[in-house]
């Protein structure tokens, strides 16, 4: 496979610099990729730069991810409107096992000689002193030349500081070390990365010496667009926040959820972004998605494939069959009989007893009852019922002030229909 190629086909490729295909097709090439350990989860956010990663290995060639360690001790100004948080050493190496763990999940980490690696880049700054660092790194770039940078110019009007302002110096400074010890000649990641990337080409090309249109040991970079919905809008984000790769943060059935809701007009871009179907299984499926659009057959095959890729496939199949269940007519009967590893997957919220106390009625338990969960007021709440938008285990419920017997599934469980398209199964102690 040719690596180029295959992102053209996709829509993965922003930028190169010149000659990285002839680098490629000549050896096997080392490449890397930056994560921010902040959190002790990647989220959906990361999955285009962890499919780069996957794509090249997949093309025969070597991925490395970099989980900052101290990087992530700054923060990354790119994007970012304000300065953010400081994080402890020991919040920041339990953050990097735990998204070293989900990488494992699509990188191959034991395939001979391209095999993946994760590496720290605490690893090599911890032994820096300031002084040190300023000879090493900092007396190759002019301030002039990190002023350039777009991550910067954003923030000069709002106020930048000097550490975050340094954080380009950083980031070139792991290419030039990755460089020298394990032989990466090719940087990769969001457009937005873009200044940062050839931050560290450039420190590289002056360490070394390079003519600036040598092509002998040269450093390449590459970007792939960021992934955006078809109005424009950030893609990534549910009505909840980040859509998280950790089960713990964004729950298993949310996850599909999240894939299934996509729009008509997005998921032809989700589906070569996030997925590894060639492109003649991607055009037949959106030869039968035209068809019958209804049945989401797209989103259904994205839904499927990334649900597998990040919690496995028994567990897809249970979010599958849980997700099916939630909208059928017989749902009622179907949580009635399920099993306690489907039960396990369903999106169950439990009433707490003092809020059910405060309830005089079903207007009460889908707004304050729920802790707002289906309804931010009651207003809201006694409204949809007004405009036959509620069910109560599948049946239309239209006065809001219907007492609250009804029958429970199981004992415990009542289904909130509130349109076609959201359902809520409610727990009582």
């Known amino acids: 496979m040719n690596f180029i190629e295959e992102l053209r086909w996709r829509g993965m490729l922003q930028d190169m610099i010149p000659g990285l295909e002839d680098q490629l097709a000549k050896e096997m090439t080392v490449a890397y990729i930056g994560f921010d350990p902040t959190a002790p989860s990647l989220h959906i956010g ?14 025969g060639h070597k991925p490395i991810a970099l989980v900052g360690g101290a990087t992530g001790m700054i923060g990354d100004p790119s994007g970012k409107a304000a300065e953010r948080e400081f994080l402890s050493e020991d919040t920041l190496r339990a953050n990097q096992v735990g998204i070293q763990k989900q990488l494992e999940k699509f990188l191959e980490f034991h395939a001979g000689a391209n095999s993946a690696e994760v590496v720290n880049n605490y690893d090599w700054f911890k032994e820096f ?21 777009d991550s910067v110019k954003k923030r000069l009007e709002t106020g930048i500081s000097f550490t975050e302002f340094s954080y380009q110096l950083l980031q070139g400074y792991d290419f030039y070390h990755l460089y020298k010890s394990k032989n990466v000649r090719l940087q990769m990641g969001g457009s937005d990365q873009w200044g940062n990337i050839t931050t560290g080409t ?70 070569r972004v996030f997925t590894l179907y060639k492109k003649e299984q991607i055009e037949e499926l959106e030869k039968q998605h035209a068809e019958a659009p209804h049945l989401r057959i797209l989103q259904k095959a994205v839904a499927e494939e990334v649900t597998t890729r990040v919690h496995g496939a028994d567990v ?7 997700s099916t269940l939630l909208f059928s007519k017989d749902a009622v009967e179907l949580i009635a009989g ?7 997957q369903l999106p169950i919220h439990e009433v707490s007893a003092s809020l ?59 289904l909130v229909g509130n349109g076609k398209q959201k359902n809520y199964i409610l727990s009582f102690k």
């Open 316 to 322: 897809c199949t249970l979010v599958t069959e849980a």
């Open 338 to 344: 399920a099993s306690d590893a489907l039960l396990g």
């Open 46 to 59: 990361n999955l285009a730069a962890i499919m780069l990663l996957k794509h090249f290995q997949l093309c």
């Open 202 to 271: 450039e420190i590289i090309r002056r360490k070394e010496g390079h003519d600036e249109d040598a092509t002998e040991r040269a450093a390449f970079a590459l970007t792939t667009p960021l992934v955006t919905k078809a109005d424009g809008t950030k893609f990534g984000k549910s009505e909840s926040g980040n859509v998280w790769l950790d089960a713990e943060k964004t729950s298993p059935y949310a996850f599909y959820q999240f894939w299934l809701n996509a729009a008509d007009a997005d998921v032809p871009r989700l589906i």
């Open 129 to 149: 002193s300031f002084l040190g660092f300023l000879r090493e790194a900092g007396k190759f770039l002019t301030v002039n030349y990190m002023m350039s940078k």
């Open 356 to 414: 059910l106390a405060e309830c005089k009625n079903l207007t009460d338990l889908i707004s304050v009852g729920t802790d707002n969960l289906i309804f931010p007021s009651k207003g809201e709440a006694r409204k949809a019922i007004q405009n036959n938008a509620i069910s109560v285990n599948k049946v239309k419920v239209t006065d809001p002030n219907a007492a609250l017997d009804f029958e429970k599934i199981r004992g415990k469980y009542l």
